[in-house]
């Protein structure tokens, strides 16, 4: 069935250096996707989105990059801090279908920690 | 601006005791509303969500019931708890449209015993 998921369960990046996340799903038909950043016994926070009819999108010391020819999306943080520890996850929206939107499909995430 | 409370922030309970899990919204109007269930290590798993006071949908069966009694109000209940319904609840809103990103409550720790 369609699966958002997570290639590495962990990344360790040091502080300073740029920070590649990567996520692949397998439904063709997913037009709209979005990054979390769930710190340890918070909730999930809203990063970015991105809708398909985009390659890339640019936040604050974020940028998204979508590949639909490969079903891939990944989440860039430049210039890691200590504050970007945190498991980072993408979702999917599967509203399409239902005739309701915003339903999500999310992968389990990568922790990454940050290196002084 | 929009903000969504969810509590208690944890709960202990026993087996086969009733739960009532509330969340609240502030700064909007008709949002959609949603329940997740959160394994450790695990991805988010939709439990019920709401376009609408008295409207609920569930994604997956089991002894756990929604309700949308106010606008802004979703609540998660059970009458009798398993051991399997332990884990960290979470509540998130969005707005009523398509495409829009979900936002999320700090959750509810819960621990059946």
């Known amino acids: 069935g369609e699966n958002v998921g997570l290639h590495l369960p962990t990344l360790s990046v040091q502080e300073g250096d740029n920070s590649i996340i990567n996520c692949a799903y397998s439904n063709s038909a997913s037009d709209y996707f979005i990054w979390y950043k769930q710190e340890s016994g918070k909730g999930p926070q809203f990063i970015i989105d991105i809708r398909s009819n985009m390659d890339k999108r640019q936040g604050q010391r974020v940028t998204v990059l979508l590949n639909k020819t490969v079903k891939h999306l990944s989440l860039q943080i430049a210039a890691t801090q200590p504050g970007d520890s945190a498991v980072y996850f993408c979702a999917e929206n599967m509203g399409w279908g239902k005739g309701f939107g915003n339903v999500l499909h999310c992968g389990s995430g990568t922790q990454v920690i940050v290196l002084p | 601006s929009q903000t969504i409370h969810q509590w208690p922030a944890t709960l202990v309970q026993p087996v086969g005791s009733p739960l009532s899990l509330e969340c609240t919204v502030e700064g909007t109007s008709n949002p959609n509303l949603y329940w997740y269930r959160q394994a450790a290590g695990r991805g988010l798993q939709l439990l019920f969500y709401s376009v609408g006071i008295g409207q609920i949908s569930s994604e997956v069966p089991q002894n756990l019931s929604a309700s949308r009694p106010q606008d802004r109000q979703f609540i998660l209940s059970s009458k009798k708890l398993l051991l399997s319904d332990s884990g960290f609840y979470l509540c998130?809103?969005?707005?009523?449209?398509?495409?829009?990103?979900?936002?999320f409550g700090d959750g509810t720790r819960l621990s059946i015993l």
């Open positions: 998130a809103w969005s707005f009523g449209a398509d495409n829009q990103p979900q936002h």
